[in-house]
């Protein structure tokens, strides 16, 4: 069984964009509306196993992409994250970088506390 971001490549399901190297999508769920995750089309699943060239192209197409949430959505912000493996929470085990439309009080609580050294 193939993971899901690979499966939506395969089926060719709400791609926005796609080149060689990396895909673009659009999600039908995720923390917000109009979120989009950007991944490498190769199955690499965690940060670590991404090589610096690839990982540099994803992050300036995370960088398009968010530009392109703010002028089409007219947001207030975005997050743009990270979850690297599945002790940070990673649902998909494949390396994505996930952008994630915001308005101010949307009630979407992707804050955190940090706690004290001990």
Not at 18 to 44: C, I, M, W
Not at 72 to 88: H, P
């Amino acid at each position: 069984m193939k993971c899901e971001l690979c499966e939506q490549l395969e089926r060719n399901e709400n791609i926005l964009y796609q080149d060689n190297d990396v895909a673009v999508v659009a999600r039908d769920y995720g923390f917000a509306s109009g979120q989009v995750t950007v991944f490498p089309k190769q199955h690499l699943t965690i940060l670590e196993m991404v090589e610096r060239s690839l990982l540099e192209k994803c992050s300036s197409m995370a960088n398009k992409v968010g530009i392109a949430v703010f002028d089409s959505l007219k947001v207030q912000g975005t997050n743009v994250l990270i979850q690297n493996g599945l002790g940070a929470g990673q649902k998909i085990p494949h390396f994505s970088i996930e952008v994630i439309p915001r308005e101010r009080e949307d009630n979407l609580l992707l804050q955190w506390q940090p706690q004290a050294a001990g």
